[in-house]
Structures are given as C-alpha cells and as structure tokens.
C-alpha cells in the first residue's frame, strides 16, 4: 500500500513546451480537463480561458494554446 500525495501521477504527464512563431505562441500540452459536453473525436476549437486565446484540442488529449506573443 502505499500513500498518497500531491502529484496524483503528474510525474508521469509529458512537460508541456511552448513555440514561438513570429508574434505568436503556440504551447502544446496534455488535457486534464474534465470536459461536460461531447467532444469531436478528432479536433476541437473554443475559445480560450483568457482573451485572445484559441484552444485547440486534438484527439481529445493534446491541447493546443494559441496566443500572441509578449
């Protein structure tokens, strides 16, 4: 048995990395989200949580950020 701690397995999650394209950040990332409508099997755009943000979620477990650069 062993006990529990504060990473919940994060350890094993792939580090997130960002790219810069110009004047535009991309930051490529696993999606921990619980999503609570049905999600396009193969890609998925929304909005961002902040403004000018594009979220883009591929096969349901990569997420994509899209933003401006600062």
């Known amino acids: 048995m062993t006990p529990l701690n504060g990473n919940f ?7 997130p990395f960002m790219m810069r394209l110009g004047r535009r950040e991309v ?12 999600v396009n099997p193969i890609i998925e755009c929304d909005t961002g949580v902040e403004p000018g943000h594009v979220e883009v979620l591929l096969m349901r477990r990569w997420l994509l950020i899209l933003s401006k650069a600062h």
């Open 9 to 15: 397995g994060l350890e094993y999650a792939p580090t």
């Open 27 to 38: 930051l490529v990332t696993r999606d921990f989200r619980k999503r609570f409508y049905a």
